[in-house]
């Protein structure tokens, strides 16, 4: 009996299939599903995108559930992160066009889902870093936390009122606290 071969999608063969819920990641030449939110979700992902977008407004974009295309393991990779941001530099204004970010964003965030583990979301951390993605927030919205990876250091996690800034995103401080409020789900 032989096993059947399954041919791998190239990058081109991805985007061109048909677009739909749920969206799709390009990992290893599979087309795989991505896991369709729940409400701490959602509201993580609504109080994180107001409070990045007020910050970065004439800075940069930050974008809802837009692929990225990327590099892992030497093959082509879209993972398509809850948000990320892009500053200006990086994407310039005259680059509009619709279609998937084409450089590596400085910030790509993955909230945790609740079939999704840490150690997960941590290794797909280290896929966006290896990407040259810069930074890369895994948000917990069970443990309230939000656990910062960079290149070349160790990940710090934030809980409650100790406020999250970074050098690379002038002027921006926050709270986990801060967001899972604004998220509704701080009581």
Same mark, same amino acid.
Not at 141 to 169: E, M
């Given at each position: ?7 791998? #999608? /190239? +990058?081109? @063969? *991805?985007?061109?299939? &048909?677009?739909?819920? $749920?969206?799709?990641?390009? !990992? ?62 990086? #994407? /310039? +204004?005259? @680059? *509009?066009?619709?279609? &998937?970010?084409?450089? $590596?964003?400085?910030?790509? !965030? ?78």
């Amino acid at each position: 009996m032989t096993q059947a071969v399954t041919r791998k #999608l /190239t +990058l081109q @063969e *991805f985007f061109a299939l &048909p677009e739909g819920e $749920p969206y799709n990641e390009l !990992i290893d030449g599979e087309a795989v599903p991505k896991l369709s939110p729940k409400r701490f979700h959602s509201r993580s992902t609504g109080a994180l995108f107001t409070l990045l977008t007020l910050w970065g407004q004439a800075k940069g974009e930050v974008g809802i559930e837009w692929a990225i295309v990327l590099t892992r393991n030497g093959k082509d990779w879209v993972p398509v992160p809850d948000l990320l941001y892009i500053s200006n530099e990086r #994407l /310039t +204004l005259d @680059e *509009f066009e619709d279609g &998937p970010c084409p450089v $590596p964003p400085e910030l790509a !965030i993955e909230i945790i889902s609740p079939d999704q583990t840490f150690g997960e979301m941590a290794e797909k951390a280290t896929d966006y870093l290896n990407a040259g993605v810069l930074r890369i927030w895994v948000v917990d919205p069970k443990a309230k936390s939000i656990t910062v990876f960079a290149p070349n250091t160790a990940p710090v996690t934030y809980r409650g009122d100790r406020s999250l800034t970074d050098p690379l995103f002038p002027g921006l401080e926050l709270t986990a606290q801060q967001v899972f409020q604004q998220a509704g789900l701080e009581r």
